[in-house]
């Protein structure tokens, strides 16, 4: 299974860009989807994550400010994000709970996009 993600770039403070997320390979089911980041010299935190496309869960960060989305047909994600400040500048991670062939739940990684916002 690979996770393909997509949309980050530069922005100014006050801008908006959106991510997503795209998987591929052999997908039974997915359960949770969601991003994390993690900037320089931090560790990685999560910044939303979606179960089913029903309900979210955002750190208390962007709270307001960015929106998960999820096509269940497609096992798409997305990540809205607006209003943004210079401390997002992180790397972000798309991830996704799998539920393979061999009847395994997994948890994937996408390959990561920079998100730089300046001041």
């Known amino acids: 299974v690979q996770l393909q993600a997509s949309g980050g770039g530069l922005v100014q403070a006050g801008g908006s860009l959106r991510l997503s997320c795209a998987p591929s390979?052999?997908?039974?089911?997915?359960?949770?989807m969601g991003w994390f980041r993690q900037a320089p010299g931090d560790g990685r935190e999560l910044v939303a994550r979606?179960?089913?496309?029903?309900?979210?869960d955002y750190a208390d960060s962007v709270q307001g400010r960015f929106t998960i989305s999820r096509d269940n047909a497609k096992n798409t994600v997305q990540l809205q994000m607006v209003s943004l400040k210079p401390e997002d500048t992180a790397v972000y991670y798309c991830?996704?709970?799998?539920?393979?062939?061999?009847?395994?739940?997994?948890?994937?990684w996408g390959q990561g996009t920079l998100v730089t916002v300046s001041s």
């Open positions: 991830y996704a709970r799998v539920l393979d062939p061999s009847v395994q739940w997994h948890g994937y």
């Open positions: 390979g052999s997908i039974v089911k997915i359960s949770d």
């Open positions: 979606t179960f089913g496309g029903a309900t979210a």
